[in-house]
């Protein structure tokens, strides 16, 4: 089992640009204005083939003027709870603050190793602002640079020097899930009902996610990273900068997924950016499940017809192979079931078929129903192969690839899966003209 490091600090004092750079991401955002990270944000780091996971967390304050202060400060010390050491940034050019001393007051019960890292010194030559620092009482302070990297590695020396020892092996297999959907769908309060606990910061403030938020959690013996998202909004209303990239961040997350969980509103119904965001997960070849949150505000005989959930699967025909689950993240309706879905989408989604098989599959296809004559000429389907999985990914081989019809791809793709057991799932069919690499022995499978 990896370590886990937990950087704290007051606002902008660096954080997340150590982060980015132990870890060698840009996995926090950085900006100009304190306040950008609000929760706990994950990544993986390594050094001196050491592997350890490290949790940047949103600035100490005192909470006046700050809608989210009182809960970003539990986050913070949740994740320190969690951690097995804790770099604590300072400021070198801004000096000590009021915010800084309150923090240590809280660290020193720790007993935990902690690591005072002194940040914005680019070399030796300004290592007199340590001084100041030492009026704290700290046994050791680190002059570092988180933008150039000036004494980062003497830190992390001692730091994986003083890691516990773990005996116990990290999960190979996880299901890794992304979930999207519109800000203030209830993206983040479902996964704090999964987990049992405040994980992540929960507003009726809409935007209050700004980042992709990566969580590992274990349920029924099986391991999932469940990725909280930035509410993706329609482009003409994305404006600010900060918000740009966290869409941004939010699209590129589901490049990195398996399965995404498009969450849904049920108060509002489907709308459509609902649509819309189920589409950029399907454009990226994730599974996806459809998940009408605040199922426990629509009235009984609503949901005795379950009339919302039929609009949802005319509106989203593109996806009709994506089960769709009424929940509430609010009261945990049927949010177990959220598990099974995935499981399910997830087992067909990294499903592998044997060329033989499918190519029995496609010729019974065939023979059913021919594709269309080209300029007189028959076109023949030579033979299959499955070429990738996640999602299952197959090419067939014709003598004119170019003129097979998007309906009889259609038609050939809604066989496969019928068949194959593929009905959780997208799949991708291409067609192409055989090549001289290609042999009579691929054909058989």
Request: net charge positive; with cysteine; charged share 30%.
């Amino acid at each position: 089992m990896k370590s886990t490091v937990a950087v704290i600090g007051r606002p902008n004092v660096g954080k997340s640009t150590f982060f980015n750079r132990i870890t060698r991401s840009k996995g926090a955002m950085v900006d100009d204005f304190p306040g950008v990270t609000r929760d706990r944000n994950y990544g993986d780091a390594t050094w001196d083939e050491v592997e350890f996971t490290v949790v940047d967390t949103g600035g100490f304050t005192d909470g006046k003027g700050d809608l989210f202060a009182d809960q970003v400060r539990f986050q913070l010390l949740q994740a320190v709870d969690d951690s097995d050491a804790i770099v604590y940034i300072l400021d070198g050019k801004a000096g000590i603050s009021p915010f800084d001393h309150d923090l240590l007051d809280l660290l020193r019960t720790e007993e935990k190793p902690v690591f005072y890292a002194v940040n914005k010194i680019d070399g030796p030559a300004k290592e007199d602002l340590l001084y100041e620092f030492h009026a704290l009482g700290v046994e050791k302070l680190y002059p570092v640079s988180a933008s150039h990297g000036y004494g980062v590695s003497d830190l992390l020396d001692d730091l994986i020097s003083r890691f516990p020892k773990h005996d116990l092996p990290d999960p190979v297999d996880m299901t890794h899930v992304a979930v999207v959907g519109r800000p203030n769908a209830g993206k983040s309060s479902l996964i704090n009902r999964i987990l049992g606990k405040e994980r992540l910061v929960v507003s009726e403030e809409p935007g209050t996610t700004r980042d992709a938020i990566d969580t590992a959690h274990e349920a029924g013996g099986k391991s999932y990273l469940f990725v909280d998202t930035a509410g993706i909004r329609r482009k003409g209303r994305v404006t600010r900068k900060l918000e740009k990239f966290s869409v941004i961040r939010a699209l590129k997350s589901l490049e990195r997924c398996d399965v995404s969980l498009v969450v849904m509103d049920a108060t509002e119904g489907v709308t459509d950016q609902d649509l819309t965001i189920a589409g950029y997960a399907l454009e990226r070849g994730c599974g996806c499940v459809l998940l009408l949150n605040k199922w426990d505000l629509i009235s009984k005989e609503d949901r005795g017809s379950r009339k919302m959930v039929q609009e949802v699967r005319d509106a989203a025909k593109f996806l009709h192979f994506a089960p769709i689950v009424p929940i509430s993240a609010k009261t945990g309706l049927r949010v177990h079931k959220v598990f099974d879905a995935v499981d399910s989408v997830y087992e067909q989604y990294s499903m592998r078929i044997s060329t033989g098989r499918l190519n029995r599959i496609v010729q019974r296809a065939v023979e059913r129903t021919p594709p269309s004559l080209h300029r007189g000429q028959r076109i023949k389907i030579l033979y299959a192969t499955q070429v990738k999985s996640k999602p299952p990914t197959f090419v067939c081989v014709a003598n004119y690839p170019h003129a097979i019809h998007f309906s009889y791809r259609r038609y050939l793709t809604n066989q496969i899966r019928m068949e194959a057991g593929l009905d959780r799932t997208p799949i991708r069919l291409f067609f192409r003209k055989r090549s001289r690499r290609d042999t009579p022995d691929q054909s058989r499978g």
